[in-house]
């Protein structure tokens, strides 16, 4: 099995920051992509970053140039740094990866539990 264990949510003023980790453990041969998506109540979840194993990057529209996502595969971690955060940033922030548990085999995509993202006006 993998787990996907989230860190660094909380409750920031608008025009701050905070970081997000998110540390994938198991049965794990590889991880192909890592990302981050969000729900806020009422709404679809979205995706917000992703990053491929050669660290190419993909952002939403509208966190562009604000949030950054990056990944240690030693640790086979991921994080999002979140700058200058809105309080249409607040949702519930969900990590991804897509993983591959053992060699020439397919892969299969894990979620972790989620943590709270708060930003007051």
């Known amino acids: 099995q993998v787990q996907l264990v989230e860190s660094g949510g909380g409750l920031v003023q608008s025009g701050g920051s905070l970081r997000l980790s998110c540390a994938a453990s198991g049965s794990i041969y590889r991880i192909f992509n890592m990302g981050w998506y969000r729900q806020a109540p009422g709404k679809q979840r979205e995706s917000v970053a992703i990053?491929?194993?050669?660290?190419?990057?993909v952002y939403a529209d509208s966190v562009q140039g604000r949030f950054f996502i990056s990944r240690d595969n030693a640790k086979n971690t991921v994080y999002l740094q979140m700058n200058s955060l809105k309080p249409e940033d607040t949702a519930v922030y969900y990590c991804?990866?897509?993983?591959?548990?053992?060699?020439?085999?397919?892969?299969?995509?894990?979620w972790g539990q989620g943590t709270q993202v708060t930003v007051s006006s």
């Open positions: 991804y990866s897509n993983v591959q548990k053992v060699p020439n085999s397919g892969t299969l995509g894990y």
């Open positions: 990053i491929g194993s050669g660290s190419s990057t």
